[in-house]
Structures are given as structure tokens and as C-alpha cells.
């Protein structure tokens, strides 16, 4: 069990766009910014979002992170078939003083 | 540009020590960042497993800390992880990994490392 809460998955047809959530608490979301990754089959995970909606150089604007109390959310506009790929949250959590992920998303380009 | 490369056995025998290193280069590992790993068993989602300063300050997932020590060697340009006492439910793709804010927000991956428990 996770302790930030993401549907197991997600889907979109190439052009439209899509939004995944993720559901924290005080402890992590309140006073702590949130991060979301890539992760391609077979590859390590690629920072996509950080600091709840900073993008890293070279990620397309395409994607967009946004947080308000203890939810967040990536949305991906323009879906494109290299899009297909698991889509974890990530942040501090004061409590267990630590990083605590999200279950991941399994997105699927139709 | 930085880079991350995991190296250590790819087999370690149940009640034994799983012993993993992250050699650093283009970057000083002495610089303002934390060092952290982070594993993924097969088909399952990421768990933290902790972080370490050049000074040698860490930070350990308390679910694991009873096990686990992290090390860093400056003069090498690498930090280590030791895992004791593992089982099955320790084989994983161990990952290190790069933070800035310490917020969960890794900038820079190593390529990953499967470490399989068993006899």
C-alpha cells in the first residue's frame, strides 16, 4: 500500500490529453512540493515535473503539473504513442521522514 | 553532464548482504546534493531507501533502516549501499539516484541493477 494514492491506470487516444491524480496527506503534501516521473519499459525513471510544477530542461511543455491541498495532478495534452509509459508522484513525508512514491499509473496511447 | 552507474553482484543468497556502489562522474559528489537509493521489485512501483551527504549525513526508509547502511567515498567518487539479512522480497532493480531540494525530486538516475535473492 502506497502512501500517495494513483489510479492503477489511465488512457487517452493520440491528440487528446489526459490528467492523472495523486492523492496525498498533510504529512507530505502539506508543507512539501510534488514531483511526477516517466518511467519507459525497461529504463530507469525520468524526472518529468518538480517542485509541483517546474519542468527540467528538455521535457515538453505538453506536460504540466499542478498541486492544491493534499492532490495533485500531471496532465499530458497532445497525447502522443511514445507517451505510453508508468507515471509515478513522488514527495517528502515529515512524518516518516522520508520520500514516499505513488503506486504509479499505467498510461495507454489507444 | 552527470552520470550514475551501479555496479555489485546480481545474485545474493537469502540471509546474506546485498552490497551495491554508485560510481558519480561529471559532477563532484562533494557538491550540494544528496545521494539516494531507490529500488523496484519486478512489476511493482518505486520504494525509497534512503539518501547520504558528502559529510556523511543519511537518512534511512524507516521500514528498512534496521538493515540498511549507505556510504559514500569521496576520494573514489562513489557511495555505497549495504542491505542485511534479505529475502526474496529484496530482489528489485536497485536504482541510485540524485536529489537537489531533497524533496523527492530526482534529477539524475543510474541505469538500474537487478539484484536477484536466492539460493
Known amino acids: 500500500q502506497s502512501v500517495l494514492t494513483q489510479p492503477p491506470s489511465a488512457s487517452g487516444t493520440p491528440g487528446q490529453g489526459v490528467t492523472i491524480s495523486c492523492s496525498g496527506s498533510s504529512s507530505n503534501f502539506g508543507g512539501n512540493t510534488v514531483n511526477w516521473y516517466q518511467q519507459l519499459p525497461g529504463t530507469a525513471p525520468k524526472l518529468l515535473i518538480y517542485?509541483?510544477?517546474q519542468r527540467p530542461s528538455g521535457v515538453p511543455d505538453r506536460f504540466s503539473g499542478s498541486k492544491s491541498g493534499t492532490s495533485a495532478s500531471l496532465a499530458i495534452s497532445g497525447l502522443q504513442s511514445e507517451d505510453e509509459a508508468d507515471y509515478y508522484c513522488?514527495?517528502?513525508?515529515?512524518?516518516?521522514?522520508?520520500?514516499?512514491f505513488g503506486g504509479g499509473t499505467k498510461l495507454t496511447v489507444l | 553532464q552527470v552520470q550514475l552507474q551501479e555496479s555489485g553482484p546480481g545474485l545474493v543468497k537469502p540471509s546474506g548482504t546485498l552490497s551495491l556502489t554508485c560510481a558519480v562522474s561529471g559532477d563532484s559528489i562533494s557538491s550540494s546534493y544528496w545521494w539516494n537509493w531507490v529500488r523496484q521489485p519486478p512489476g511493482k512501483g518505486l520504494e525509497w531507501i534512503g539518501e547520504?551527504?558528502?559529510?556523511?549525513?543519511?537518512k534511512y526508509n524507516p521500514s528498512l533502516k534496521s538493515r540498511v547502511t549507505i556510504s559514500v567515498d569521496k576520494s573514489k567518487k562513489q557511495f555505497s549501499l549495504k542491505l542485511s539479512s534479505v529475502t526474496a522480497a529484496d530482489t528489485a532493480v536497485y536504482y541510485c539516484?540524485?536529489?537537489?531540494?531533497?524533496?523527492?525530486?530526482?534529477?539524475?538516475w543510474g541505469q538500474g541493477t537487478l539484484v536477484t535473492v536466492s539460493s
Open positions: 513522488a514527495a517528502w513525508d515529515d512524518s516518516l521522514n522520508g520520500v514516499v
Open positions: 539516484a540524485r536529489t537537489v531540494y531533497r524533496q523527492g525530486d530526482f534529477d539524475y
Open positions: 547520504i551527504y558528502h559529510s556523511g549525513s543519511t
Open positions: 517542485s509541483n510544477n
